[in-house]
Antibody
Framework: QVQLVESGGGVVQPGRSLRLSCAAS????????IHWVRQTPGKGLEWVTV????????HYADSVKGRFTISRDNSKSTLYLQMNSLRAEDTAVYYC????????????????WGQGTLVTVTS | SSELTQDPVVSVALGQTVRITCQGD??????VNWYQQKPGQAPIFVIY???KRPSGIPDRFSGSSSRNTASLTITGAQAEDEADYYC???????????FGGGTKLTVL
C-alpha cells in the first residue's frame, strides 16, 4: 500500500536549519509529483512547495521562498525539505503529499498524505 | 494575491443537509478539491475535480462549483462527519497551490 513517512522534525532555535525527509513506498515514486504542505497547530493547511517527478520544475510559497529548498532522490524514493533561517512562524506539522491528475488532465488533487512531522521553532 | 475563503465554523443538526462553501477568483479558472480532517489525523480527500467522489466516501458527500464559488454538500449529516473541511485549488498562475482557511463542521 502507498505510504509516505516523514521524519526529521524537532525543536530548533530561530535562525537555525533543519532537513525533513519523506520516505515513500508502495508506488513508483519517480512517476509522481510530490508536495510539502504544513499546518500550524490548531490552524489551517498551507501549501509550501512542489517538485515535479523528474525534479525539473519547482515552486515555493512566498512565505518560504529563498529559505526552503525542496529536493528528491528517486533512487531512494525520498523527498527532502531543507529549511534554513527558520522563524517562529514556521512552527507546524509538515506533511508530504502525493499529487495525482484528474482523469481529464485539467487539474490535480492530493490522494495520499503522510502522518506529518512536527517542527517547532523556539528560543 | 489569490486566496480561497471559507466560513470558519458551520453547524448542522444530525440528519440534516449542510453546505460548506469556498470562494475565490481562481475558481473561475481552476477546479477544486475538498479534504476532510479529523483531530489528530492527516486530511483525506472527499471530493476532487469539483464533484467527483472517490471510492469509499459515502454518497451523502457531493460537490459543485459555479463562477467563483465551490460547495461541498453533506446530505443527511452523520456524527462522524464532524471534522474540519478544506477546499484546495490553484493560484492565478496555476503553478502554486492554495487552501481555503478551513471550515469546522459541528454536527448537533
Amino acid at each position: 500500500q502507498v505510504q509516505l513517512v516523514e521524519s526529521g522534525g524537532g525543536v530548533v532555535q530561530p535562525g537555525r536549519s533543519l532537513r525533513l525527509s519523506c520516505a515513500a513506498s508502495g508506488f513508483t515514486f519517480r512517476s509522481f509529483v510530490i508536495h510539502w504542505v504544513r499546518q500550524t497547530p490548531g490552524k489551517g493547511l498551507e501549501w509550501v512547495t512542489v517538485m515535479s517527478s523528474d525534479g525539473r520544475y519547482i515552486h515555493y510559497a512566498d512565505s518560504v521562498k529563498g529559505r526552503f529548498t525542496i529536493s528528491r532522490d528517486n533512487s531512494k524514493s525520498t523527498l527532502y525539505l531543507q529549511m534554513n533561517s527558520l522563524r517562529a512562524e514556521d512552527t507546524a506539522v509538515y506533511y508530504c503529499v502525493r499529487e495525482v491528475n484528474y482523469d481529464s488532465g485539467s487539474g490535480s488533487y492530493y490522494d495520499y498524505w503522510g502522518q506529518g512531522t512536527l517542527v517547532t521553532v523556539t528560543s | 494575491s489569490s486566496e480561497l475563503t471559507q466560513d470558519p465554523v458551520v453547524s448542522v443538526a444530525l440528519g440534516q443537509t449542510v453546505r460548506i462553501t469556498c470562494q475565490g477568483d481562481t475558481l473561475r479558472t481552476f477546479s477544486v478539491n475538498w479534504y476532510q480532517q479529523k483531530p489528530g489525523q492527516a486530511p483525506i480527500f472527499v471530493i476532487y475535480d469539483k464533484n467527483k467522489r472517490p471510492s469509499g466516501i459515502p454518497d451523502r458527500f457531493s460537490g459543485s462549483s459555479s463562477r467563483n464559488t465551490a460547495s461541498l454538500t453533506i446530505t443527511g449529516a452523520q456524527a462522524e462527519d464532524e471534522a474540519d473541511y478544506y477546499c484546495h485549488s490553484r493560484d492565478s498562475s496555476g503553478a502554486k497551490h492554495l487552501f481555503g482557511g478551513g471550515t469546522k463542521l459541528t454536527v448537533l
